[in-house]
């Protein structure tokens, strides 16, 4: 009795079994431009739980503004990291769907597994979590049955039905298609560095329910140039080269080491270097905005 | 051992089986009108959930605009055929809770369950999916206990309480309630038709996120036109009458085969003749609606 | 083989069990004033995944306006009731971040967990569903690991987490950290209250999707009014104050008791009295509002 129930323990926790109700150890996670005011994203779900009814289907947003590909890379290493080994992404941002722009599929080097156009949506996720391998979609095989007429909803047909068949275990990575060896397609965008106590950086994202702006300029970089919590420190934001704004800010733990209504700049959730407004908007107050082109210089108050 | 181990699989696998463990293979999916910044979704999803917490509790939208039947029935129609056999559907936009429209539920002919008014929601997938049964809910059975006194909220206290009652296999379909022999309520609305080369149809909806055009115009009647990839079409846009829109379009594979900005004719997702913009808004550009009264003409240029 | 097969039942069905399968019965249901446009909303859901693939997560709402206890407590109230006993809330509206405000986890009597930071979110469920036993989160044990150096994102380091935990059952509720009897802050506001057939109250909150007007007042103060079905009522709504409007209305049991564009009374799914136009908004209409200071007079018409 004893070794029949040990047996079924087994059963039970074998990770990799086919039996739906244990396979809910993977994560399926969605994030697109579709907005949810359609039926877009919940007939790709609907594909993913006809696929197997035992993943998880979760959600990064789908609230990326259409066509965005910067945000997209941007939200997708917001959150993927805080999944667990395993869990698989599909990101639907596809300004080129129908073009030339391949579907594929990468392992991170967390063991992480992100299905997406290949247009730069991987650019951050490259650089925190490793890219450790690439593989095509073959279509042929990963796409939904009786989808063959439609050019245009690769979204549900191709990306939802492949990521919900790795997540199940249906197919393995090698089965998605083709090794890429050529590597992945990158946005360029300025990177953190430091020059004579001057670190400069993007500004990478409006924090848009509060109005913070959080920039690429790490944790390291700030502490390396001793700059502390309680310090000053001197922000000058520029934008295509001309100055947008420029003062002398606390380095705080928490907004609340200002008064209201004043600017404060802090690590926020990412360890990245941010400012914001206690109980108000930087972005609106000061007129900042986010990405290509938008510069930030931070050195310590003297 | 073996045959021990057997029976355990069988009744891991058994679907039918009350083990809540084994009840994830149905799925419940939510529409409604309520949007999601009040707790009503919730509530409705914690009834589900305290009916079994082995359903997986799903959504198609819940920013249908307030107490628009039509847009209900469109997205309905366009999610629920992607989601496998079996799965119950509660679609809640209810303009006319508490008169006299009935409280109905549908086993459609693929096998699907939609709990909902009969109010039109069905209107569309009476079409697509077919309607095999139709039951009336009864309240002395079928309403969340404790609830008499409430007149206002049926999405939680019966919809989403039977759907998950359905789902779970506490009821089956003939529990819900006395079979109505006298079909459901339909919205009336104008049906693609071809006359001497010239297909007319009904422009259903937009494409919010992108401002696509989607006609109810199925891919046989443009095929059976002899309309192929790269040719180009005569399109004439009328609401009530008055002309809206007229032009020449490429009927595309993709946004991909137009310049960026420039108007094109494809096959969305549902494989519906469409228009749209590549990278830019066609329903914006041209001033373009949805809905009755908006009649779409489309003919091969010669 | 009869008892064999009783035992892999019981062992199924045991909740406590920490196999991921069985441990389906918990809920974990996230409320925040994040919104979902980023990826915050996700990273928290990752956090409690990473804890137990098997806990289910679900929403009330994420679209709280930025640091509005008010409503965090009032959207709280509305949909935990619904969900069953054992379920584990975490609400994350915390203009208070990093300040001196504790973080807690709070027993309900009705057996429910709320995980939140001790700022009056709790106000109403405390009336509602009554507070057992309030603890202090102990972030030297109940924190994500490696996540020390970040100070800003309590809610997905330790209340996602320690939410996710509870709900999982690797710790007991005692295990959250140290048990306070000083009580919990609650937000001060006008409670119900009837002087010689006159009836006051709050006005709530809107009904942001159809502008109806909730009060505090419960069925039970209109009952004792002798005001019933059909009856017309007398009704005054000041703001500081001052007049806003003031009307004779019908008590009405649905919208549809009067005719479209009309105003009516009834009660909503909360069971407490509530203004509301048949197809319309009386928000909008009538311009009224709601929280602190829009008080609510009404008497049964002789």
Redesign the interface.
């Known amino acids: 009795?004893i070794i029949?129930?040990r047996?079924?323990?087994v059963?039970?926790?074998a990770g990799t079994s086919g039996?739906?109700?244990?396979a809910?150890?993977?994560?399926l996670?969605f994030q697109t431009?579709?907005?949810?005011?359609?039926?877009?994203v919940?007939?790709?779900?609907?594909?993913a739980?006809?696929v197997s009814?035992?993943i998880?289907?979760?959600?990064?947003?789908?609230?990326i503004p259409?066509?965005n590909i910067w945000e997209a890379a941007y939200?997708?290493n917001?959150?993927?990291?805080?999944?667990?080994v395993g869990?698989v992404f599909v990101s639907v941002v596809d300004?080129?769907?129908?073009?030339s722009r391949k579907s594929i599929v990468v392992k991170t080097k967390t063991g992480h597994f992100i299905v997406t156009p290949d247009n730069g949506t991987l650019t951050l996720v490259a650089e925190t979590m490793g890219i450790e391998e690439v593989r095509e979609i073959d279509e042929a095989v990963n796409r939904l049955k009786n989808s063959g007429?439609?050019?245009?909803?690769h979204g549900?047909?191709v990306y939802a039905y492949t990521g919900a068949r790795l997540a199940a275990g249906v197919i393995t990575f090698d089965q998605v298609g083709k090794r890429l060896e050529s590597g992945i397609v990158k946005l360029p965008y300025q990177s953190p560095k430091v020059q004579q106590d001057l670190i400069t950086g993007n500004i990478d994202?409006l924090?848009?329910?509060?109005g913070n702006v959080w920039t690429n300029i790490g944790?390291d970089l700030i502490r390396n140039s001793s700059i502390n919590y309680g310090d000053k420190v001197h922000v000058l934001i520029k934008k295509d080269g001309k100055k947008v704004y420029s003062g002398e800010l606390i380095f705080g733990?928490?907004?609340?080491?200002v008064p209201e209504g004043k600017p404060v700049t802090?690590?926020?959730?990412l360890?990245n270097f941010s400012l914001g407004v206690n109980?108000g908007s930087f972005a609106d107050l000061f007129h900042v905005g986010s990405g290509s082109g938008w510069i930030i210089e931070v050195s310590k108050s003297r």
């Open positions: 009795m029949m129930l047996i079924i323990f059963i039970m926790l039996l739906s109700c244990l809910q150890s993977r994560a996670v431009d579709f907005g949810l005011k359609d039926g877009a919940s007939a790709m779900k609907g594909v739980f006809s009814p035992s998880a289907l979760y959600d990064i947003t789908h609230d259409p066509y939200r997708l917001q959150a993927a990291p805080y999944w667990p869990t300004p080129g769907v129908g073009s007429q439609s050019y245009t909803f549900r047909d994202i924090d848009v329910q509060y944790q733990k928490t907004f609340s080491d802090y690590l926020n959730s360890l109980m």
